[in-house]
Structures are given as structure tokens and as C-alpha cells.
């Protein structure tokens, strides 16, 4: 089998993102990480919101779902538990994905689906042109805001630890190479793996741009972004772990999922082999779920009738 | 049963929580198991303990298709159920209370609602009897009634001696002694009523022993303390017995949806389409004929925008996928519905409709959501909506569903109520082998592609349908939208394009409205030929059935068209009916009569008469004859309304 490429994820459809746009710096790292895990393009099946961001599954070459605003995650779920061997992934906004997603979000955390989470947060809603979403600070005012952010924002990596995503890792727009490195291990984690992307949005979010995140307004000039892993971090949560370690664990998660401002971290935050995947529960209910999933399960004989055996539980309802 | 009647009615009622829906079970297995047919009716609050509830049985020795107004043995639990029903207790018939119960003043029930009150306050002033149950009990005494007083507590103080347990254990088998008490009074041999047992506590010798044992006390009971010669109702048992199943309408849909292939259901709870999912989800393992692993994944989501979004996921990849749900769910669900349609996704919505708008009367029955179903959703997309008249439909219509659904590549809707769902009812055994799964056309990957897309998906063709593959095939890419796209998938806002998609979605109800065949359409009951042409669907059939047959004893012919596909409405073969109607009736289970509407629209014919009933419970046979026969005398208004505030 000849070596599969970014190449072969590349599509010709012309792109229709703002030029500057940090989305095309997470499709070109999503391109790389999938040839980089040498799937095959049919293999792969791409879930996106609706947004700017939700756009990117029509750029990837693999099954691409665009599906309703917020509603990514039940889609891909339901894709995810009938075919267990799809490598499904889902694309999209923090619109999308914190406002009018939220409940899935969360009670996908309950699952721990083996999913791949990519949020692109620019702090604004994108294509209904520049409103604040929940990630945007309160008093903030972005260009297109008429007056300051009356809201107060989410913490989306807060919100995923409590949710009970399994791995939970940050990366920024135009640090590709780094970015490829966390989709793929995300992806490859067995669980529910919450990526958010800090992406500028050169249209709309004239506060939060590639300048500010390379710390040009800074005294030392230092980029805002620093490594978790070059810090010491450790974010494994080994299996069976104790809960006091689990507790440890969760502090100084949280200690750096609140740094902002200056010092922005970035990289994994949380890798926990603790927890079983909703596909390993579903396994203990249904021995035989793995081999015969929903999506390939026979259910009809070679004249089409059904195979389905009901006559015990028939024999059950049956009178006589 | 007496010589006079061809039918008994038994009815259970008592607090929400006391075990009525059990006695119940254990009464029409007992009678099942006799080889009677029966039809069982439920109606309880949306409540978990406390409120009313009560259970018809309606026994027979021919198929029954619906309630009775009237009751021939009443077995009450409690003040409330006796203040509320002794009064529908017929002449010759029986009531077993508490011997606890016997002299209630109704102003101290506290769940006897004011306007019930008031009612039967009325009722005993003009007979000069107090307020209270006892003047319930002379009344049914002077009418003819017998009354049995049994005091509960004696009879498990002497079972909780006999067995040598606590008198609370005891206290457990009072559902089972109020069962034997009728059964008794009845002359039913109490050895059914132990194989009901043991059908309704498999696997548990020890209840079983213990109401056993219940059951002989109250046998003994009777005998020594009542006069049964005086009481002529009697079950005598079939000379042959017919195996049949006794179910209830959410097992049949489930069992129909396994029987067709079901994979993958998803659902948020909700009364009255829960019990579905939860049957399933019990028997999620299951054997196939091929010895091949039967399994179906049953996912309780956070909402019901979660489980139509997640069931339609599922069915990308391949699996027959299903969801199911009452009015409140549907409406949330209504923003993937649009999504199911413009994608082509094969998914099956089961919708179990309840008393409606908002939350309404969750535990009761209406037919209010006929003209939603048919147009939910923004803009234009095909749907197939079909709809049960029984049980037996039910099953095979579950089925069904799925090859409408992968067929025609559209999402379909099973449109049934809460009446439906919750009947019980003895039907001949399912034929299984006649079920046929068709997939519809699907694509076919090559051999060892490498997966490079992009493939045409939504091809233009001439039926409509395009060779669907599923999410994971090789050679198969391509992508899908709630945007309008070209063929691959792709967003378009060509307006060539988007004449083209919109045609050919539309063909697909075009090429189903030829291809669905006639009797999955409507079905035609009674004298084909009678002018006088009755149109409903869905629960109501059983109850149009009896009133025909009523109608017949008085030598007046008519005929049912039960309308079975609502959408796309079949209204090319309708015609020839509606034009040779002489009256036309319409008659449905809601206020504006959506199924009239939805004929004049598509077919121009009007209904000359309707009959709706919108009090949240399902129509009799009684009540259809009646209305049905002063129609025919032309004594009725063109719109009658069916009503009966005792139910
Ligand atoms: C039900 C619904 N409500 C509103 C919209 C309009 N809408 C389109 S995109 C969008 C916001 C997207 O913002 P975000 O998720 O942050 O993505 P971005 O565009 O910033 O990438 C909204 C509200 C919609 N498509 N559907
Ligand atoms: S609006 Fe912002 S997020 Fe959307 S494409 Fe333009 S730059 Fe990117």
C-alpha cells in the first residue's frame, strides 16, 4: 500500500475563508494528521457544525457531514457507536459548540465516545459576522460588538474535564507542526478527546490577533504561548488510578486551564486511561457488538427475509 | 359472560402505584390463558403514585377490537375508584370493594376532582342518597348491581399466618386477591390463574408460591362468605384453546421494529413512547435464524434533538436506526427532520401522539398531530408517514417502515397515540417469514479502491433515487449538508442546481405513491359497496369496527376506509370512494378534524358529517354507533362530539 499523503486529503473545492484566516492553518494541520496516521481517506469520517469553521470537512478528502448548528457531537456519535471502526472527527465553532451546543457537549462527556472534538475558538461567531460567543470575555468589546461583551464567558477545557472528556489538549492556529502532533494524539486516544484550537479571526477579533498571541505588545516582546510539556506538565491519569491521584491531578489541571492573558499554555492538559469508552460499556451489554455493530450486523437472509428469531419472546406473550 | 351478553367487561381501578396495571396483567393472562380473546384498555394520570388509575379487560370468545362504556365487574381499590366507576356498573354486574371503602364521603377524596364531584352529588340528590360511596353502593344495589365487600386485611393476616411471614410481605398479593376475587365470582378455574402467575413472575417460585397460596384464600373466601348464585356472569373457558400472544402496542411496534432489522434506537423519555425503548433495551440481545449475533444498541440521549440527530448519524453508516418519541419530543426533532430530508437519510421516527399542545395530557390519548406531522419542518422535503389501526398493524407496520424508509431514502414517520400504545389486546401469532427487508439501492464499493472521492451521491436520476453509500465504504466519498448542494454534496446556491435537487426529491413520493401498494394506502371494512362511507385512521378502527357490526344487527350497511399511508395522501385511488359517499363521515380524535382537512385539500371531497372526541381518551364502539345511527336518521348535527365524563 503506497504511503497515503496530505496530498490525498486535499480536495480541489476553492475555500471560501477570509484570507489570514487561522481555520486554514487547522485544515492543513488536520490534512497532515490524518495522512500522518496513514488512514485511509474512506476511513475517516469528518463532522462539522455550522460556522466558518464548520466549513473544513468540505476541504478534507473523507466522508464530510455538515451537520445542523450545535448539533455536531450527537451526529458523529451516532456514526461512531454504528460503526465502531470509523475514525470519526468533529469540526467546529465556539459558537457552535459552548452556546447552542452545550448540552450535547456535556452529556457527550457522560459517554466518552472514542470522538476526536476540534473547536476552532475565535471568540466571535464568524459567519453571522462578528457577534460575541461564549469564550469572549466579558467587557471585552471586539470590532463588531456596538457595545462591550455583556456576558461572561465559559471555560470550554473547565467545562470538558467536569463533562468527563478523557483527553483534553489546546493548540493555536499557525503553530501547525505542534498542532499536528496534538490532533494525532488525540485522535488516537481511546475516548472522548476535546481539542480547542485558538484561532484568530482577522475579521471580526481585532483584540485577540496573531499579533497578541505572538506577545508583540508585550515588554519582552515574548510569545503569550508556552508549552505545557516543556513545563513539566504531566497530564496522564494512568488506569486505575487512585481517586487522591485523580484529585492531584484535576488541581493542576485546573491551575493551567485558568492562565490567560499573558502566559496562555498550550498542549495536553489531560490524558485519563481511567475511565472505560461508552463502546467498551456497550461491549459488557452486547458480547458481540465489536464484531457485528449496528452498521454491519447481517439482518437478512440471501431471499431478504429476516433473520431476526423471535419465537422466544413469542413463546413469552404467548397464551395458552 | 350471561346469555344476554356476547361480552364481559371487568374493570381494576384504584391509586396510581397499588398495582392495578399488575392485577391487570394477571387477570387477562387468566383469561388468555382460557383461550378468550380480549382487549385491554389503561387510562392513569401522569402521576407515579397516588392519582387514578383504572384498567378495562374486555373478555370474549371472539376477537375484540375495542373498550366498552359500561362495566359488568368493577374491582375496586380504594374510595376513589369505587365514587368514580360504581356508576357505570351495569344491571346483573358486580362491584368488589374494601370493605374499608364502603361509606367515603366524597368530599373527602381528596383526588375527586371538583367537577367529578359535583357530577355525582347531582346524581345521588335526584335518588336522595347521600354523599358518600355508600350512597354510591344502594344506588348500584337498587339498580340491579351486586356489591362484595372484602376486607383485604383479613384475608393476608391469615395468608401472613399461614406462610409464616410478615403481615407487610403479605400485604404484597393484595393485587393478586382482588384478581382472584373476580375470577372467583366468575367461576374461573383458579388453576389459569396460577399458570398467570407463573407467567407473570418467571424465574420467582417463592412470590409465586406465596400468591398461590393468596389465591386459595380468596377463593375460600368467596365461597364462604358471598352468594354467587345471584351473580351470572361466568367465564367458560374455550372448548379448544388457540395460541394467541397478548401484548401491548409499544411491544408490538418494538417487536415489529426487530422483525425489521432494527440496529440502533435512540430516545429521551417521554410518556407514552418510553416503554418502547425500554422493551428493547431489554431484549437488546436476541437470536437470528443464522445463528449470526442478533444485538440492537439502544441509546438514551440528553434530548430528543440529540436522539433524531444521533439515530440519523447511525443510519449513514449503514444501520437500520430508529427513534421514538411523543408530540413535545417530535417537535424538538423537527430541525433534523429537515436535515433527514434534504440528506435522503433512511430514518424512522416513531410517534406516539398524546394529548397536545405543549405538555397537555401526557398520559392521555389525542389525534392532534396529523396535520403537524405531515408538514413539520422548514421548506419543502419528502417524508412518508404511515399509520396503525391495531396491534397487528402496528407490528407489521414497524417493519415496514424501515424498507419505505431505505427504499425511498427519506425519513418516515409511524404515527400512532398513546390509545394505541397502551392497548392490550390478544392477537393471532405474527408471521415473522413474511417480512421482507429491502435495502433499497445502494451503492456497491470496488473491490480495493483506495477511497479517493469524490462520489455522486445525490445523482440526478429519473426516479429520484440515487445509490446510497454508507459513511466508511471505499470509492464512496462524498459529502452531505443541510445546505442545498450539488451531487457530490457540495454547497449550491445554483438555481439550475437547486431546480434539479428539489425535482428530484420530490419524484421520490411521486415514485412511492406508485409503488406502495394499495392496501398499505387504506383499507376498506364493512360493505364495500354501502354508500355510507365512514373515513378515520389510526385507533380509532377497532372502535368503527364494532359499530358496524352494530349497525349491521339493524340491518344498515356501511363501509370503513381507514386511511393507512397519510403522506404522500393517496388520493388518486381515494376518489372513486369519496365520489360514491353517500353520507361521508369523518371520524378522528381531535377538535378541527385534521383528516377531514387533509382530504378536502388533496381530493376536494368534504366530509358531510364529523365525528371527533377530543377529551383524551379513546372512542367505544358504543359511542360510534350511536352517532353513527343518528346520522343515518338524520337526526345529527354535521359535527358530534363524542363525550363521556366518566372515563
Ligand atoms: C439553528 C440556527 N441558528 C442560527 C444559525 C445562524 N448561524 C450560522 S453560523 C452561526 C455562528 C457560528 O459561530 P461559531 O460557531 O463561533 O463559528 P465561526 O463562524 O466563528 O467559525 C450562527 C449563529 C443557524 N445556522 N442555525
Ligand atoms: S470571519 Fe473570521 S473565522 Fe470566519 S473566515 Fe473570516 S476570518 Fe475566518
Redo the contacts between chains.
Keep these: 500500500m503506497p504511503k497515503i499523503t496530505a496530498k490525498d486529503y486535499r480536495v480541489e473545492e476553492p475555500i471560501d475563508w477570509c484570507p489570514g484566516c487561522g481555520d486554514f492553518g487547522i485544515l492543513s494541520a488536520l490534512q497532515q494528521a490524518l495522512a500522518g496516521l496513514n488512514l485511509l481517506p474512506h476511513q475517516v469520517a469528518i463532522f462539522g457544525g455550522i460556522g466558518c469553521s464548520g466549513k473544513a470537512q468540505y476541504y478534507v478528502n473523507a466522508y464530510g457531514v455538515h451537520t445542523l448548528h450545535g448539533r455536531t457531537l450527537p451526529y458523529a456519535t451516532g456514526a461512531k457507536l454504528a460503526n465502531p471502526d470509523l475514525t470519526v472527527i468533529i469540526v467546529g465553532g465556539d459558537g457552535d459548540g459552548m452556546a447552542i451546543g452545550a448540552g450535547h457537549f456535556v452529556n457527550a462527556g457522560r459517554r466518552n465516545v472514542d470522538l476526536t472534538y476540534i473547536l476552532f475558538n475565535n471568540e466571535v461567531y464568524g459567519l453571522t459576522k462578528g457577534q460575541a460567543s461564549p469564550t469572549l470575555p466579558l467587557g471585552l468589546q471586539t470590532k463588531s460588538l456596538p457595545e462591550p461583551n455583556i456576558q461572561g464567558n465559559v471555560n470550554s477545557l473547565m467545562l470538558a474535564i467536569t463533562s468527563g472528556f478523557t483527553w483534553i489538549g489546546r493548540g493555536y492556529a499557525y503553530e501547525v507542526r505542534h498542532l499536528v502532533g496534538l490532533m494525532q494524539r488525540a485522535i488516537q486516544h481511546p475516548g472522548l478527546s476535546y481539542l480547542e484550537v485558538l484561532q484568530p479571526c482577522p475579521t471580526y477579533n481585532n483584540l485577540h490577533t496573531r499579533d497578541w498571541y505572538a506577545g508583540k505588545d508585550l515588554e519582552d516582546g515574548r510569545s503569550r504561548l508556552y508549552l505545557l510539556e516543556e513545563d513539566g506538565y504531566d497530564p496522564v491519569i494512568p488506569p486505575g488510578a487512585s481517586s487522591e491521584m485523580i484529585a492531584a491531578k484535576i488541581c493542576e489541571f485546573t491551575a493551567r486551564a485558568q492562565e490567560w492573558g499573558d502566559r496562555i499554555p498550550i498542549g495536553v492538559f489531560l490524558e485519563n486511561r481511567s475511565v472505560p469508552t461508552f463502546e467498551e460499556r456497550i461491549g459488557k451489554r452486547i458480547p458481540t457488538y465489536r464484531m457485528a455493530p449496528p452498521a454491519r450486523r447481517p439482518i437478512a437472509d440471501e431471499d431478504g427475509r429476516t433473520i431476526t428469531d423471535l419465537s422466544g419472546i413469542f413463546a413469552e406473550l404467548t397464551m395458552a | 359472560m350471561n346469555e344476554h351478553q356476547k361480552d364481559l367487561a371487568w374493570r381494576v381501578g384504584g391509586p396510581q402505584g397499588s398495582g392495578i396495571d399488575t392485577a391487570a396483567w394477571i387477570f387477562s393472562?387468566a383469561v388468555?390463558?382460557a383461550?378468550f380473546h380480549l382487549f385491554g384498555r389503561r387510562e392513569y394520570y401522569s402521576n407515579i403514585m397516588g392519582r387514578h388509575s383504572y384498567f378495562d379487560v374486555r373478555v370474549a370468545h371472539h376477537p375484540l377490537t375495542c373498550h366498552r362504556n359500561t362495566v359488568d365487574l368493577l374491582t375496586t381499590f380504594g374510595s376513589e375508584a369505587l365514587a368514580r366507576h360504581a356508576i357505570s356498573v351495569v344491571k346483573g354486574g358486580g362491584i368488589i370493594y374494601h370493605a374499608d371503602s364502603a361509606d367515603e364521603p366524597l368530599s373527602r377524596i381528596s383526588f375527586l376532582d371538583a367537577r367529578a364531584r359535583a357530577d355525582l352529588e347531582a346524581y345521588l340528590d335526584e335518588r336522595g342518597l347521600p354523599h358518600s360511596t355508600a350512597g354510591l353502593l344502594e344506588d348500584a344495589r337498587r339498580r340491579g348491581v351486586q356489591t362484595y365487600a372484602v376486607p383485604y386485611d383479613e384475608i393476608t393476616s391469615a395468608l401472613a399466618k399461614k406462610l409464616d411471614v410478615p403481615k407487610a410481605v403479605a400485604d404484597r398479593t393484595v393485587n393478586t386477591i382482588a384478581v382472584a376475587v373476580s375470577c372467583a365470582l366468575l367461576r374461573h378455574d383458579p388453576r389459569y390463574l396460577i399458570k398467570a402467575l407463573e407467567?407473570t413472575f418467571?424465574g420467582r417460585p417463592k412470590v409465586i408460591h406465596m400468591n398461590v397460596q393468596a389465591i386459595e384464600l380468596a377463593y375460600e373466601f368467596v365461597q364462604t362468605h358471598f352468594d354467587t348464585r345471584n351473580f351470572d356472569f361466568r367465564l367458560i373457558p374455550a372448548e379448544k384453546?388457540?395460541?394467541?400472544?397478548?401484548?401491548n402496542g409499544n411491544?408490538a411496534v418494538a417487536?415489529g421494529k426487530?422483525?425489521?432489522?432494527l440496529?440502533?434506537q435512540?430516545y429521551y423519555p417521554i410518556s407514552p413512547a418510553t416503554d418502547e425503548s425500554v422493551y428493547l433495551e431489554e431484549?437488546?440481545?436476541?437470536?437470528?435464524?443464522?445463528g449470526?449475533?442478533?444485538?440492537?444498541?439502544v441509546?438514551q440521549?440528553?434530548?430528543e434533538?440529540?436522539?433524531v440527530?444521533?439515530?440519523?448519524?447511525?443510519?449513514?453508516?449503514?444501520?437500520?436506526?430508529a427513534t421514538a418519541t411523543s408530540g413535545p419530543g417530535f417537535s424538538l426533532m423537527v430541525?433534523?427532520l429537515g436535515?433527514a430530508g434534504i440528506n435522503e437519510v433512511p430514518l424512522v421516527i416513531t410517534l406516539y401522539q398524546r394529548g397536545s399542545p405543549a405538555t397537555g395530557m401526557p398520559t392521555r390519548s389525542e389525534q392532534g398531530d396529523l396535520q403537524f406531522v405531515v408538514h413539520a419542518g422548514h421548506g419543502e422535503f419528502p417524508r412518508i408517514v404511515l399509520t396503525s389501526g391495531d396491534l397487528t398493524e402496528a407490528f407489521y407496520d414497524a417493519?415496514q417502515a424501515f424498507n419505505y424508509a431505505e427504499r425511498y431514502q427519506v425519513p418516515v414517520i409511524h404515527l400512532l397515540d398513546k390509545a394505541l400504545s397502551s392497548t392490550t389486546q390478544?392477537v393471532e401469532?405474527?408471521d415473522?417469514?413474511s417480512?421482507?427487508?429491502?435495502?433499497g439501492e445502494l451503492y456497491t464499493p470496488p473491490p480495493g479502491?483506495?477511497?479517493?472521492?469524490?462520489y455522486p451521491r445525490f445523482a440526478i436520476t429519473e426516479s429520484g433515487i440515487s445509490p446510497r453509500p454508507?459513511?466508511?465504504?471505499?470509492?464512496?466519498?462524498?459529502?452531505?449538508?443541510?445546505?442545498e448542494h450539488n451531487t457530490i454534496?457540495?454547497?449550491t446556491e445554483d438555481p439550475v442546481i437547486r431546480e434539479q435537487m428539489v425535482e428530484k426529491r420530490a419524484r421520490k413520493l411521486e415514485l412511492a405513491l406508485r409503488e406502495i401498494p394499495l392496501d398499505e394506502k387504506f383499507k376498506v371494512y364493512g360493505d364495500r359497496d354501502a354508500p355510507f362511507t365512514l373515513i378515520s385512521w389510526g385507533s380509532n378502527k377497532g372502535a368503527i369496527l364494532e359499530a358496524i357490526e352494530c349497525l349491521q344487527a339493524d340491518k344498515i350497511s356501511a363501509r370503513l376506509v381507514q386511511i393507512r399511508l397519510l403522506w404522500p395522501f393517496p388520493k388518486d385511488e381515494l376518489t372513486p370512494l369519496l365520489k360514491s359517499a353517500s353520507p361521508l363521515v369523518v371520524i378522528e380524535s381531535n377538535y378541527s378534524g385534521q383528516l377531514a382537512h387533509l382530504l378536502r385539500a388533496q381530493t376536494g371531497y368534504g366530509a358531510n358529517y364529523l365525528i371527533v372526541k377530543y377529551n383524551g381518551r379513546p372512542m367505544s364502539g358504543q359511542e360510534v354507533y350511536s352517532a353513527l345511527k343518528a346520522i343515518y336518521e338524520g337526526k345529527s348535527e354535521p359535527r358530534v362530539v363524542l363525550r363521556n365524563p366518566y372515563e
Aim: hydrophobic share 40%.
Design positions: 393472562r388468555a390463558i383461550g407467567k418467571p384453546i388457540e395460541p394467541r400472544l397478548l401484548l411491544q417487536l426487530l422483525a425489521g432489522g440496529t440502533f435512540t431484549h437488546s440481545n436476541f437470536p437470528t435464524r443464522n449470526a449475533p442478533g444485538s440492537v444498541v441509546v440521549t440528553e434530548d434533538i440529540s436522539a440527530t444521533m439515530a440519523s448519524g447511525a443510519a449513514l453508516t449503514g444501520a437500520r436506526s430541525e433534523g436535515w417493519a390478544t401469532p405474527f415473522v417469514s417480512i421482507r427487508i429491502e435495502r479502491g483506495n477511497g479517493r472521492g469524490p454508507f459513511l466508511g465504504q471505499p470509492g464512496g466519498i462524498h459529502w452531505l449538508t443541510g445546505a454534496g457540495i454547497v
